[in-house]
């Protein structure tokens, strides 16, 4: 069972340390990277008002034989998460689509107490991002990073507000990149790591030692909804991109280049071409079947979900650099997403 709740990574030094010790006075601390990344970090409440079916009639043949309806009560549920700020001047925080899918009243906390009305500027299910929107004065955004650039055995710092706790902030390190065919969202390309999750910390940031915002926490793989160390993030890259389209429109509006593509033959790396659509923009420019796309706009595609997770966090109308192999031969052509009547998802 997947389940949707944010990352805790565990307890780790944030360097290496040489016979297993440290100089006399001095201690292993990421101290100065937490002081500077939580005030970037809001806690998330919301409200739903949810409609709850009551029979009038117990014996549920009598009220058939008699056509008596249900009545219908409603009941007000709350639910906790996390959030990053990353525009402070406009008041900009991103969160997964799920912490505040349904509410009726959106709350953010900020780390020195102060409580605001948060309104929803745009969500997008397939991605499970969400961005929100508090009008304050003197608040802290946490710098983005580059979730390109992470590797495996990278040490990075988990804020969020575990089971409505408050802020709570752990260390873990990148387990492995590029994680897809979970079945969690409808774009996979999740960051992994050794991270103890819980609920409530959907939303939060992953940073690396210099503080600055590589993902959004967002699961957990689990059989129990306890922590097994396989926590999940979504890579600031794509949620950067999905942000732009939903600050601009209110909604991600997705396109195509009409091609279908598997893993390659042979397991490589790459996504490789079975279908070109004709008078698509990849038979305009060249692609061909067999082609095996292996990057885009200088990013590296090693799996079919890569290629995917990229296109769908793309707005419809850009255009993008493809590098592809073709019979041994390394090629490049440049296309258009086109938009799509499926395009837009909300």
């Not at 009038?56 to 709350?78: A, C, G, S, Y």
């Not at 107490?113 to 802290?140: E, M, P, S």
């Amino acid at each position: 069972m997947i389940r949707r709740f944010a990352l805790l990574c565990l307890l780790a030094c944030p360097t290496p340390l040489s016979a297993g010790a440290l100089p006399a006075g001095q201690k292993a601390s990421v101290a100065s990277v937490v002081r500077a990344v939580t005030p970037g970090v809001v806690n998330i409440a919301t409200k739903r008002i949810e409609s709850v079916e009551v029979p009038t009639v117990v014996d549920p043949v009598l009220q058939e034989f008699f056509e008596i309806p249900n009545t219908h009560l409603k009941r007000e549920t709350t639910s906790a998460g996390s959030g990053v700020i990353v525009d402070a001047e406009a008041g900009l925080i991103l969160t997964n689509e799920h912490v505040v899918r349904g509410a009726s009243v959106i709350e953010a906390t900020t780390k020195d107490g102060r409580r605001f009305r948060a309104q929803l500027v745009g969500r997008d299910k397939a991605t499970d991002i969400a961005v929100l929107k508090i009008k304050a004065d003197n608040l802290a955004a946490v710098p983005m990073g580059d979730s390109r650039t992470l590797e495996v055995g990278d040490f990075v710092l988990a804020v969020g507000n575990p089971f409505g706790l408050g802020q709570t902030v752990t260390s873990g390190i990148v387990s492995a990149i590029g994680r897809a065919g979970l079945g969690i969202e409808g774009y996979e390309d999740f960051i992994q790591t050794d991270a103890s999750i819980n609920p409530g910390n959907s939303g939060g940031a992953l940073v690396t030692l210099d503080g600055r915002l590589v993902g959004l926490n967002t699961a957990i793989l689990s059989k129990s909804g306890a922590s097994h160390g396989i926590g999940f993030a979504i890579p600031i890259d794509m949620a950067r991109r999905i942000m732009a389209q939903l600050v601009e429109s209110g909604e991600v509006r997705r396109g195509h280049i009409g091609v279908s593509i598997r893993s390659p033959v042979g397991n490589g790396a790459g996504a490789e071409i079975v279908t070109v659509e004709p008078a698509s923009s990849a038979a305009l420019a060249g692609l061909r079947k067999g082609d095996v796309i292996t990057a885009v706009d200088g990013r590296a595609i090693t799996t079919p979900a890569q290629l995917r997770a990229f296109l769908g966090a793309s707005p419809a109308g850009s255009e993008i650099d493809v590098r592809f192999h073709r019979a041994g031969e390394t090629m490049q052509a440049r296309l258009r997403i086109e938009a799509s009547q499926k395009a837009a998802i909300r």
